[in-house]
């Protein structure tokens, strides 16, 4: 439970004045932590023929940061609200600027992968911080809290379609490295603003931390991407690809068995044994997984494939970014008529459909007949999902484990990414090379997309098993939701 902020103190128990500018400030932050799981996308091409990134490897420009950032997540919530948010939010976005310089001025990828792992790190710092200090700015009104978790969840679910829109301006305008340079300004004037108008808050209780909890999952989650990498060079019965796995399976298992055993954990299991909460989490990150390697394999596709110049790339996300919105703000509504499970079930049917399409893509196909109307499709159907695993992952919940439920929809979809991205551009490259070894090097255009194309069949599958889970596991009726919680979406896209 939270201390009084020093606005209540001196105003009693009436709103914030300074909420708008709060809001702002908290907007800025957000965006630019979702702008970066994806803005990087359009630029990958670039980077990688810049610094000579073998293909095995650059999926670990996407993966450091969504692993650091998903991993760390939960432990940043923790940190945060017992050192201080307003703290833990300056810090978070100073270091953010100075991980992002790093990498803008990156010599090689080790230092690249570096600074993306970093930049990760401060976004887990900075992201719970972020909705902590909204949650508490708005708590007095239900209807300008509606607004606020309304603008946040915008923001949020668009995040992605317009980090790569920037990033494609970027990267044909200036160069690659801007693209993480750019956060540089934006995060030392939000943290200058953060300083100016957000009051400290701190929760009370104890202020111990499960770093044994943070560690072994994170670790095992590295281990298990690594392994994945590593099939891709060295083959699924190389003995480092095999050890890899194994650890990471001992790590994983040991953070659940020890989750169970700490007084303080990290995840309390009770939070992801409900069957609407669980079943929400695991589709979650099925989404996940669906959702970055759309973004990767398409955005090479546009660039590699069709010639597309990295501007022309990231405007041909546009119809993903609009179709996103429109049907988020239709979902919200929804969620509470309907409850989660239509909206959530339907949604990821549909985007599994938009995902298959995409294998129809060829090495000379048209824009607006095989891309486009599949962006559409996959928009609408997760923008349905995405506020209804906001809205089930707190149902039912207690009151001290509601940071952690929302922050798991995060940290799922991140994972999620991370997990996928790796294991799809390995399957990819395998199909690539098994298709030029049986068709000639005078097919390896058409073996790059059949590769592309196996990556978008297996994602296509995530999404639609995702959507099985939730037809099976989702139970809760639109009595159990409120429109407050179902206005937060698509925080992990």
């Known amino acids: 439970m939270a201390t009084a902020s020093s606005s209540d103190l001196l105003n009693g128990a009436g709103p914030d ?16 932590i979702v702008l970066d799981a994806s803005i990087v996308t359009i630029a990958l091409p670039s980077a990688q023929h ?10 670990w420009v996407i993966t450091a940061y969504t692993l650091a950032f998903g991993g760390f997540l939960l432990l940043g919530g923790r940190i945060a609200d017992f050192f201080g948010r307003k703290r833990m939010f300056v810090v978070g976005l100073l270091g953010f600027a100075g991980a992002s310089a790093l990498g803008g001025l990156a010599a090689n990828e080790a ?5 993306r792992a970093l930049q990760g790190g401060f976004a887990a710092l900075m992201a719970p911080a972020a909705l902590s200090i909204l949650t508490i700015t708005f708590e007095h009104d239900a209807k300008e809290r509606a607004k606020a978790f309304g603008a946040y969840g915008a923001v949020s679910g668009a995040g992605g379609a317009i980090g ?9 305008y200036a160069s690659w490295r801007w693209c993480l340079l750019v956060n540089v300004p934006i995060a030392i004037l939000a943290s200058v603003g953060a300083y100016l108008v957000v009051h400290e808050s701190r929760a009370s209780g104890s202020t111990r931390y499960d770093v044994p909890g943070a560690l072994l999952s994170t670790l095992g989650l590295v281990s298990l991407v690594y392994g994945f990498t590593k099939a891709e060079s060295d083959g699924w019965s190389a003995t480092v690809t095999i050890v890899l796995l194994v650890v990471a399976v001992v790590l994983l298992a040991s953070f659940v068995f020890v989750e169970t055993k700490t007084s303080h954990p990290l995840l309390p299991l009770r939070v992801v044994r409900d069957r609407n909460r669980g079943g929400a989490f695991l589709a979650s990150l099925l989404t996940g997984a669906g959702l970055f390697a759309m973004f990767v394999f398409l955005s090479y596709y546009l660039q590699s494939v069709l010639h597309y110049s990295a501007l022309k790339a990231g405007l041909a996300f546009l119809p993903f970014a609009f179709g996103i919105i429109l049907a988020a703000g239709a979902s919200t509504s929804l969620v509470p008529r309907l409850g989660p499970r239509i ?16 294998t129809q893509i060829g090495v000379h ?14 928009s609408v159907g997760l923008g349905l999902a995405f506020p209804a ?16 439920a929302s922050a798991l929809v995060n ?32 097919a390896s255009q058409a073996g790059v997309v059949h590769g592309f194309a196996v990556a978008f069949a297996v994602g296509a599958g995530f999404l639609a098993l995702g959507a099985v889970l939730s037809a099976v596991f989702i139970s809760a009726g639109p009595t159990e939701v409120s429109p407050a919680e179902g206005a937060v979406v698509g925080a992990g896209s």
């Open 111 to 115: 230092m690249l992968f570096a600074a």
């Open 50 to 59: 810049a610094l000579g990134i073998s293909t095995a490897n650059r999926q």
């Open 389 to 404: 695993f906001s809205s089930t992952a707190l149902i039912r919940i207690r009151d001290q484990d509601a940071g952690v």
């Open 365 to 378: 196909s048209d824009f607006w007949v095989h891309v486009a109307p599949q962006e559409i499709l996959m």
């Open 164 to 172: 790569v829109l920037l990033g494609g301006v970027l990267t044909q």
């Open 17 to 32: 004045p300074r909420r708008w500018a709060i809001l702002a400030v908290v907007i800025v932050a957000q965006l630019m």
């Open 343 to 358: 909206p959530m079930t339907a949604g990821l049917a549909i985007a599994a459909g938009g995902l298959a399409w995409l």
């Open 411 to 442: 940290t799922t979809q991140q994972i999620g990414g991370s997990l996928g991205t790796a294991l799809l551009n390995t399957l990819a490259a395998t199909a690539t090379a098994s298709y030029i070894l049986a068709h000639g090097v005078a």
